[in-house]
């Protein structure tokens, strides 16, 4: 005799069936997101949500998926579903603040770290994240605050002292930066940036041997970048090894022909080194290149007035006060070349508004010519 299945147990048998097909739409999802489809994952997710709207796991994995798209303003919508049904999950004020972040809106991803590291203490990536924010304000300090407790929580996060580090930097405290970009490099020796950055802050500390060997590292590990071999040559340039450094400066042209700071620093070289005719080209093309930088300008001038074009020199010398009016060299300069021109009067005043802006060696000018 054939028995028929209850009714009730036929609901059973739905149910358990309804929720195993939902399960199994989400765990879909999750593989195409783990496997980088982003947009198979959302569709995944999406059906895993008008099968059950009230699970806040399905939005913040869509969240998730939007987030890594570049739809943050989706993926906030998503976070802001999922925290509306479970506001106790801290790795999701996380997710929103990351997207707050991208948007600009680093007040409300701080407010948003601080609710995670409320609901989580020790969450070492809340801490990251709110530094990121604080840094974006310029709240440096605070910054170095949170990366400081990133760390506290997880000794081995290179990023958190690299980034620290910049926030350093940005406070002057070069000894420190360095301290913290050689555990940066102990973790991760491949990134190329921790090496300029810590040779950078060898050289504003005068250790240019030091940084020298930096700069080479990073050029090793990415011998496409024009700045580490501008870099390096600065730091050659402040050792007088002029020639060494000309030849770094090369590179950064070749490889980057648009940047009108290496060409100046090119043709400051040569300007030291005496070849004026190379030096008035190289600083032509950076003015061509960036015509708001006075100092290429000035320079440019040394080597007119070099060249025995002295009107020229004048003009330059001219438009680098011009842009920038507090610059005591480059009075001096032009109140030597107005009393080489025969303009006494008018190279005495500039020689005067040298040494009232600092430079000293402008009295010995003063001593000669205009007493």
């Known amino acids: ?32 997101e783990k ?75 701080i407010a948003d770290c601080s609710k995670a590291i409320q609901l989580r203490a020790n969450f070492d990536s809340a801490y990251f994240n709110r530094a990121i924010s604080k840094d974006e304000i310029k ?27 910049v926030c350093k930097t940005k406070i002057g405290d070069h000894a420190g930066a360095i301290i913290d970009y050689t555990f940066s490099i102990k973790l991760n020796p491949y990134v190329a940036n921790a090496f300029n950055n810590r040779a950078s802050s060898k050289y504003r500390l005068n250790d240019f041997e030091g940084s020298i060997t930096d700069f080479s590292n990073a050029i090793a590990l990415n011998p496409k970048e024009a700045i580490y071999y501008n870099n390096r040559g600065d730091s050659k340039s402040a050792l007088k090894d002029y020639v060494a450094a000309v030849n770094d400066y090369n ?22 080194l005496e070849n004026y005719i190379q030096g008035l080209s190289d600083l032509t093309k950076a003015i061509e290149l960036d015509p708001s930088n006075p100092k290429s300008y000035n ?31 480059y009075y001096y300069n032009r109140g030597n070349n107005e009393i080489k021109i025969g303009d006494k009067k008018s190279g005495c005043e500039d020689l005067n508004k040298a040494v009232l802006l600092g430079d000293s060696n402008a009295k010995k000018l003063i001593n000669k010519f205009c007493k």
């Open 299 to 329: 320079i440019r001038g040394v080597c007119k007035e070099s060249l025995k074009d002295l009107k020229g020199a004048m003009i330059d010398y001219t438009k680098a006060i011009e842009l920038d009016s507090n610059n005591a060299n």
């Open 35 to 109: 496997n980088k489809d982003y947009a198979g994952a959302i569709v995944d997710f999406s059906k895993a949500i008008s099968l059950d709207p009230t699970n806040a796991a399905y939005y913040y994995n869509r969240g998730v998926s939007k987030a890594w798209l570049e739809d943050y303003i989706g993926a906030i919508e998503d976070y802001n579903k999922s925290i509306e049904l479970d506001p106790n999950d801290a790795t999701t004020y996380n997710n929103r603040a990351t997207s707050k972040g991208q948007l600009k809106d680093y007040q409300g991803a």
């Open 139 to 165: 709240d440096y300090k605070g910054a170095i605050a949170d990366y400081s407790k990133a760390i506290e929580f997880n000794i081995n996060d290179s990023r958190a002292y690299y980034y620290r580090a």
């Open 251 to 272: 590179i950064a042209v070749e490889l980057n022909p648009n940047n009108g700071f290496y060409f100046y620093n090119r043709g400051a070289c040569m300007t030291k």
């Open 1 to 32: 005799m054939i028995k028929q299945m209850s009714f009730f147990a036929m609901l059973i048998l739905s149910i358990s069936s309804f929720g195993q097909y939902k399960t199994v739409v989400f765990k879909n999802g999750l593989k195409k």
